[in-house]
């Protein structure tokens, strides 16, 4: 059922966000080779290739929200490029600020051109993203549906930043809590899923999608936390990433959060990791410690908190029909992923 969705719909996705990113000046096309390449559309040299772009799953939550409320797919494509694009105007600024020098198995956008280069051609992802929501009147969405949308895009990409601006905080700090660190994820990660959601709800005609958006926003905590499990507890042979990376990228995650901050072990765990040097023979210890604090308890439980509450909204937004629902499907499937 929901690759027959993704299957019916992706298609017309890509055909949509090419549309909006395609750039029809001659003065200019390495600036949308940069744009084409991060999307996994051109290799470096600018030459059309057949990658894997990602999951795809926020624009896919937006097309499935707005069938689940009665309306049409194609009308919510441009907002389902939007989303999409604004998610990859977020991770060519994240890889340049974390300094990562590969995604999806290839070179970052700024590893190869460069810093400045990847900020403007990030700069321009966020700047289409605007005009991919713009097309929604092309599809025949109403005006009133038109400006709810937009500030609601709006809303999203200022918690985005905000979100990112925590993050990047956190990393110049010994000492997080773990309320702030869900802060942080509400915008950073769980804030576009809340949105895609509920756009999808808003041009199907739902005009009370808060509860949609509710939904969103706690499948995307229980998504992210999962995330947080995967990166120290995951199979390699899955994740495709070394057992405890996160540990050795002193990676502030959830896990690792609860446990700096229990009372038994956090100091001695706070010593390990900050310690001159940290290498693969300290992660038993590092794992150990996690366990004594009970890290992967407490961080699994929250993940299933976040989950019930995101079928409690899902219910509340469709009633009966909600676990007949692909959102429904589609976050039980998040929920059983292993990379």
């Excluded at 389902?80 to 604004?86: F, R, S």
């Excluded at 950073?188 to 808003?202: D, E, M, N, Q, W």
Aim: hydrophobic letters at 45%.
């Amino acid at each position: 059922m929901l690759d027959n969705f993704a299957a019916r719909w992706l298609p017309a996705l890509e055909t949509e966000m090419r549309a909006v990113l395609a750039g029809d000046d001659r003065a200019t096309p390495l600036h949308y080779g940069m744009i084409h390449y991060h999307m996994g559309w051109v290799d470096s040299h600018f030459q059309p290739v057949t990658l894997l772009a990602g999951k795809r799953l926020r624009p896919l939550l937006c097309l499935m929200a707005c069938q689940a409320v009665g309306g049409d797919p194609a009308q919510a494509l441009p907002a389902a490029a939007a989303v999409e694009i604004l998610h990859n105007f977020s991770l060519v600024h994240d890889d340049i600020e974390d300094g990562d020098l590969t995604r999806r198995h290839r070179p970052t956008l700024w590893s190869v051109w460069g810093v400045p280069q990847a900020i403007n051609a990030g700069d321009a992802m966020f700047a289409l993203a605007f005009a991919a929501l713009q097309r929604l009147s092309r599809t025949q969405v109403a005006a009133a549906q038109q400006l709810a949308a937009l500030q609601l895009f709006t809303d999203t990409a200022v918690a985005l930043t905000e979100g990112q601006h925590l993050d990047m905080h956190f990393e110049q700090r010994r000492q997080v809590s773990v309320a702030e660190y869900l802060r942080m994820i509400e915008g950073k990660t769980a804030a576009l899923i809340g949105a895609s959601v509920a756009l999808g709800g808003l041009v199907g005609g739902d005009s009370m999608y808060a509860p949609l958006r509710r939904f969103g926003q706690s499948l995307g905590l229980a998504f992210q936390i999962q995330d947080d499990l995967l990166g120290i507890w995951g199979d390699p042979a899955v994740t495709g990433k070394a057992a405890g990376n996160d540990i050795l990228r002193r990676k502030k995650s959830l896990p690792l959060l609860h446990a700096l901050n229990d009372p038994l072990c956090g100091e001695a765990l706070h010593a390990l990791l900050w310690s001159d040097r940290l290498t693969d023979a300290d992660l038993p210890e590092a794992l150990r410690l996690l366990e004594q604090a009970g890290a992967r308890t407490y961080a699994t439980d929250q993940m299933r908190r976040f989950y019930t509450a995101s079928q409690q909204a899902l219910q509340e937004a469709l009633g009966a029909e909600a676990p007949a629902s692909l959102l429904w499907a589609t976050a039980n499937w998040l929920m059983q992923r292993q990379s």
